[in-house]
């Protein structure tokens, strides 16, 4: 692989870990909300839809972690 392309693959990596660092934000924040939730709410659909947000940002967190575990590999920084 050349520099240029290196540089591409690392700067993309770093890209992505600010997103991945925002994702993780909005899902605590989501978290916070299923916790302040009044314990009438909690089991309503508000909650469940509120759960499965939540557990769709971990799954989007995981896949970009595998993304940046991914290039970081191809460029030689493991």
Do not use: F, H
Not at 44 to 67: F, G, H, I, P, Q
């Amino acid at each position: 692989m050349n520099k240029l392309r290196r540089k591409n693959l690392k700067d993309i990596a770093e890209r992505l870990e600010v997103l991945k660092d925002e994702l993780e934000t909005l899902r605590e924040e989501e978290g916070d909300y299923m916790d302040n939730m009044p314990e009438n709410l909690q089991g309503s659909e508000r909650y469940e839809t509120a759960e499965e947000a939540a557990s769709n940002m971990d799954e989007a967190v995981d896949s970009l972690e595998a993304a940046i575990c991914s290039i970081n590999e191809a460029t030689g920084e493991e």
